[in-house]
Antibody, heavy 119, light 106 residues
């Protein structure tokens, strides 16, 4: 059974870069047709999609985040990562990684990790 | 950019049927999913491909999608179904979430 686990600093200073990693167990980030997603949820608010990396390595990001987002994967470590640059307090949120397959939906989520942006 | 809209809240009595809507332009032409999220927990997929239930999801959860509206229906609603529900669709290879609906069972 595939499991996802987010990791990374819980506190980031304004204007710096937020970096998170999602470790995949029980499956492979290179498995065919899977999209590996990052989603966030500010305190008391709804879900916001950040972006994904396809198993092939192609990526797509939420246009609202403009060019601040970089998503990559490390096949040797079976991980995929998020970098969000120039963070502000508005980037404070619980960050989730999640797996999507066209035949099964976004069916596996990590437990989420809280990131606070503050000096 | 494409948007989908949900009512902020829906209330239902135990044992009754709850319907949560998700509206968007020609949403019926897209693939809609639904997630349940309880406080402090990660979202859980309850409906995908408009009306398919993942294994382990009770039969009382069903979905439909036609025209401009996708609907999540919970039949015989139980107290344990009280949660936030989010619809999700794809548009131009990007993921779109609705704002969420708080379902209260009272």
């Amino acid at each position: 059974q595939v499991q996802l686990q987010e990791s990374g600093p819980g506190l980031v200073k304004p204007s710096e870069t937020l970096s998170l990693t999602c470790t995949v167990s029980g499956g492979s980030v290179s498995s065919g047709s899977y999209y590996w997603n990052w989603i966030r949820q500010p305190p008391g608010k709804g879900l916001e999609w950040i972006g994904y990396i396809y198993y092939s390595g192609s990526t797509r990001n939420n246009p609202s985040l403009k060019s601040r987002v970089t998503i990559s994967k490390d096949t040797s470590k079976n991980q995929f990562s998020l970098k969000l640059s120039s963070v502000t307090a508005a980037d404070t949120a619980v960050y989730y990684c999640a797996r999507y397959h066209p035949q099964g939906g976004m069916d596996v989520w990590g437990q989420g990790t809280t990131v606070i942006v503050s000096s | 950019s494409y948007e989908v809209t949900q009512p902020p809240s829906v209330s239902v009595s135990p044992g009754q049927t709850a319907s949560i809507t998700c509206s968007g332009d020609k949403l019926g032409d897209k693939d809609a999913c639904w997630f349940q999220q309880k406080p402090g927990q990660s979202p859980v997929l309850v409906i995908y491909h408009n009306s398919w239930r993942p294994s382990g999801i009770p039969e009382r959860f069903s979905g439909s999608n036609s025209g401009n509206t996708a609907t999540l229906t919970i039949s015989g609603t139980q107290a344990m179904d009280e949660a936030d529900y989010y619809c999700q669709a794809w548009d131009s290879s990007t993921v779109i979430f609705g704002g969420g609906t708080k379902l209260t069972v009272l």
